[in-house]
């Protein structure tokens, strides 16, 4: 009862965050100046270039998804981040706090928060999708919620990763952090291969980070080919278990350091 | 018997800063306790460390010594805190919420929604005097009723204890007055009211007890009523008294104050002896002799050393 008062609080907030505006209209009009070009393709396409243009149009929709996905992992870190350095920082907290609140009680109800925010996200992530591909001449053939719930898991990653940063950093701090992060990522496979980093080395890099390929839909679909993979169904409960499995951490980790918190503006 | 309301043993608390060695204590061995039903200011000039010792109690921070017991549990119990009324100093609400469901907000926070919860509330912002203004956005109250609305939030629930940092910050003479009325009825229902103030006037017309402390020591606690009657100046009253023996009387340190039918003298209370034998001598007639009562602010002055307050 009281996490969900305070999931709710927090994602109301959200609505009226100015910053989160911002992000949706950046989102708004990514979709929409992408759709030019969409829609021109299209219009020129005749028999002889039809291919070329194919090839063009999905390639598009690739990158607009690629970006919209990646707006989502910063969005879930400064949603997650904010949501509780504010509190903090405004003194909102004392009064909440003075409740017959526990501490973890209070950081679940903001996590759940960023949460519900990031479902609408994921939500508006395949509509999009499903619309530059439609636009595109194809068609997803995957099931709604394999492509809903990847990148819902990756959110909650970021969520929790960037709500355990902020219990100690700045949120400025924990956005520049998450960036640091997300660029290392990629780079883990190379790391984990090269012989020359000492053993412990590639083993921490590869436990800590996230991997969030791992938890990527062009795992299973490329949609560049509107195909997707054979990928049976204990492959996607790996993964997905995988990736709520580090978020669980995350958070509990973030409990653990919140608990002993100043909780006083300073 | 009772526990006490709030008892703080030996608390210590030193800040350190993130980035540095610098050690910034901020309470030191701070005992002190408050026994259930009274009405206790928590006087202290700026930076004494008042707020911390109220972010201890409420369990925001973690002191690095000592012990605290509030009810008779930890700070953060919340078992406790579904007992504790808490107003923090410069209160912030959201902004885009109204009065109204910000109270229906805290009352599902502290896991009491009833079925007269809508009622209970409108009580409240009555008796605040927000109730023409409840469906107004937080973001569009004044200092005052921001003020007005954080006492109505601490009262919510019926609270034992009240914990008030400042509750008179930002208001009018008028809601100053509402909210002493406030406190003196709380004192009639029972309630322990433990508050900090900087108006020192206000503390001396509702509380029963103050305890005074100055970077980060407790300087002094005690019944308010005792430590003004402890003025070390004494007056005497005469009915007469003859240019001579006033001179004598005056280098004894007294000063004279003559009316129609009396003189007042007032000097330190170790003269008074001297001065009522030698008045006596003189042919005087002592209609009384009366300890002074200082004021609270004398005291405080006189305790801090004329600080920041």
């Known amino acids: ?266 | 018997m009772p526990t006490p309301a709030i008892e703080f043993a030996d608390v210590t608390k030193v800040y350190q800063r993130r980035f540095g060695a610098a050690r910034v204590p901020a309470l030191s061995d701070v005992s002190f306790e408050v026994a259930r039903g009274e009405v206790c200011a928590f006087l202290g000039p700026n930076g004494a460390g008042k707020t911390t010792s109220i972010s201890i109690l409420m369990g925001f921070i973690y002191a690095d010594r000592g012990q605290t017991r509030v009810l008779g549990y930890a700070p953060g119990d919340i078992r406790a805190k579904e007992r504790i009324g808490f107003l923090p100093e410069n209160f912030a609400f959201y902004r885009y919420l109204n009065a109204e469901k910000l109270l229906h907000f805290h009352l599902r926070l502290s896991g009491r929604q009833r079925a007269n919860a809508g009622s209970l509330i409108a009580e409240l912002l009555a008796k605040v005097k927000l109730d023409s203004y409840k469906r107004l956005k937080i973001g569009k109250y004044s200092r005052g009723m921001v003020q007005r609305l954080g006492i109505a939030q601490a009262l919510l629930g019926d609270p034992e204890l009240l914990v008030l940092d400042e509750p008179t910050s930002g208001l009018d003479p008028a809601g100053r007055k509402e909210v002493r009325d406030l406190i003196s009825a709380l004192r009639a229902e029972g309630k322990t009211v433990f508050l900090s103030s900087h108006i020192l006037s206000e503390v001396e017309q509702i509380c029963d007890r103050v305890i005074i402390i100055d970077r980060g020591r407790l300087v002094r606690a005690g019944a308010l009523q005792q430590m003004l009657a402890e003025g070390d100046r004494v007056e005497i009253i005469v009915d007469r008294l003859p240019a001579d023996l006033e001179t004598a009387v005056k280098q004894h340190g007294a000063s004279v104050e003559r009316e129609p039918n009396r003189v007042r003298i007032h000097v330190d209370a170790a003269q008074k002896r001297v001065l009522a034998d030698m008045l006596t001598a003189g042919g005087c007639n002592v209609i009384s002799l009366m300890p002074m009562k200082s004021s609270l602010e004398e005291i405080f002055l006189k305790l801090v050393g004329g600080g920041a307050e």
Not at chain 1, 17 to 37: G, R
Not at chain 1, 56 to 83: H, K, P, Q, Y
Not at chain 1, 91 to 111: D, H, N, Q, S
């Open chain 1, 1 to 266: 009862m009281k996490v969900r008062t305070i999931a709710f609080a927090t994602f109301g907030g959200f609505l009226r965050n100015k910053v989160i505006i911002l992000f949706c209209s950046l989102f708004l009009c990514v979709v929409l100046l992408m759709m030019f070009p969409l829609l021109g393709f299209k219009a020129v396409t005749n028999a002889s270039n039809i291919e070329n243009m194919q090839g063009m149009v999905l390639n598009e929709i690739t990158i607009v998804m690629s970006m919209v996905s990646g707006f989502g992992s910063l969005l879930a870190a400064w949603a997650a981040a904010d949501s509780l350095a504010g509190e903090i920082k405004s003194g909102t907290i004392l009064a909440v706090m003075a409740r017959p609140l526990r501490r973890w009680e209070f950081l679940a109800g903001k996590y759940l928060g960023v949460l519900m925010l990031m479902v609408i996200y994921a939500f508006a992530l395949v509509g999009v999708a499903s619309l530059l591909a439609w636009l595109g001449g194809q068609r997803f053939q995957t099931s709604l919620w394999t492509l809903v719930a990847y990148p819902f898991v990756r959110y909650a990653i970021w969520a929790a990763i960037a709500m355990l940063l902020a219990t100690v950093l700045h949120p400025i701090f924990v956005i520049a952090v998450v960036a640091v992060l997300a660029t290392l990522i990629p780079m883990v496979p190379f790391v984990t291969a090269l012989s020359r980093f000492p053993n412990w080395l590639r083993l921490a890099v590869h436990l800590i980070l996230p991997l969030t390929d791992v938890l990527s839909e062009q795992r299973f679909l490329t949609i560049t080919r509107a195909a997707l993979k054979p990928f049976p169904w204990t492959s996607h409960l790996t993964a997905l278990a995988y990736g709520l499995d580090y978020a669980l951490v995350c958070f509990l980790l973030a409990v653990m350091v919140f608990q002993y918190r100043n909780l006083s503006r300073d």
